[in-house]
Each structure stands twice: as C-alpha cells, then as structure tokens.
C-alpha cells in the first residue's frame, strides 16, 4: 500500500484527488494539508509515502515545504505550467513536477512511478527544458555512443523525447519490467547515471534535434 498525503489549499481539489486515488487498491491517502506548514506538522505525526504537492499555497508554498521534506517523495502538482516551477521544484528535490490536468491514469501512474524511485514530469515542461538547454550542456565527458542494440536505440530516444516506462512499454507493447531492463542496460553500456543523463546524451549525440520555440 502506497501512503499518500494531499497538499492543496483548495479543499474541492483535494477531494477530487481523495475520490481518484480512493478507487486505487494500492493507494491509500492517510493525510491532508492546506498548506506547506500544515503540510510539515502532518508529516511530523504521520507516515507517508509520497506527497501530492501544490505549488501556490498560504503560509508555506510547495517549494520551501519539499525543500524540508526528508523521506517521502514529492510529486509537484500545478495549475501552472511555467518552467521557474519545474526548475525551484527539482532543485528542492522533488521527484515529480505535473499539471494538475493530468488525465486519472496518468497521475495513478506517476504516483507509483514516482514511489518506484523513477522520476517524472509533464511532457510539455520536460521539452522546454531540453530545448533551453541542450546547446548549453558540456560534451567533454559524455562517452561515445556504442554497443547498444536496435531496441535499446528505440528506448533511449523515448526516454529522451520525455516518455514514462509506462508510457515507453505501452508503445512497444511489452511489459514495463521490460524497458526497466532496457534503460538499465542503456545507462551502463554508456556510462550514465540516470534517465535524465540519457536526455541529456541523446540531444548531445545529435540523436534528438532540439527545436527551439520562443513562444513555447
């Protein structure tokens, strides 16, 4: 059982979050908070797994209340879908940075991504980021590209375009302890810490364009 805390000054929100994650055998939300200090208080007396968290908020905002967060993960959630968030969120150590749009399915499965020790974030933050950055990112100690095999290739430029495991197996129509095993391989045969090293690789390899949009 996944224990979840819900962090949102809007207590309509919250209930419609309780009602979605309710429905999850898995997911059980064990505590509820209006703010980032409430958020905190709950935390001190009450066991939690991971922790839906809004970004604006009275009191304490999301950011200073993850940045305190020791144990639980914290996956961000927002009306708002601006970069400075996804950025002070991360920072903060966040594991997760998504709108509050999300479809039901897809927050389920960021939250049992995110518990899974994965990282996750809205596709569309994700793309900016890489496109801002890309062309700036050091080339001098990522390793050549060698020995991965054609499906090892397809993995890696999905994880690079910002698809989830699940989101990755559902398109290959395997099993998601599939592409774990793929990315697995991927980050040893090049020499690479994580998913978002693989990003990283594949837009310096050339693997993945970035397209730059002012406007987006």
Do not use: C, W
Not at 41 to 55: F, I, K, P, S
Not at 92 to 104: Q, T
Not at 116 to 141: C, H, I, N, Y
């Amino acid at each position: 059982m996944i224990r979840v805390m819900l962090v949102d000054d809007q207590e309509l929100l919250r209930a419609g979050f309780r009602m979605v994650l309710g429905a999850q055998p898995d997911l059980q939300v064990v505590a509820e908070a209006a703010d980032g200090a409430e958020a905190l208080e709950r935390l001190a007396t009450t066991e939690v797994d991971v922790v839906l968290m809004d970004v604006r908020m009275p009191r304490m905002d999301g950011v200073e209340a993850t940045a305190r967060i020791d144990g639980p993960k914290v996956l961000i959630l927002t009306t708002f879908d601006l970069d400075e968030y996804a950025y002070a969120a991360i920072k903060a150590g966040a594991s997760g940075f998504l709108l509050k749009d999300v479809p039901p399915a897809d927050l389920v499965a960021a939250i049992r991504a995110v518990h899974g020790g994965d990282a996750v974030m809205a596709p569309s933050t994700l793309r900016r980021m890489f496109d801002r950055f890309a062309a700036q990112l050091p080339t001098e100690k990522l390793p050549p590209a060698s020995g991965l095999t054609p499906r090892e290739q397809e993995v890696l430029l999905m994880v690079a375009r910002g698809l989830s495991n699940l989101e990755i197996a559902a398109a290959l129509e395997v099993a998601e302890a599939t592409v774990k095993t793929h990315l697995g391989r991927i980050l040893a045969k090049l020499e690479l810490r994580d998913r978002a090293q693989v990003v990283v690789y594949a837009y310096e390899a050339g693997l993945v364009v970035p397209s730059y949009r002012p406007n987006g």
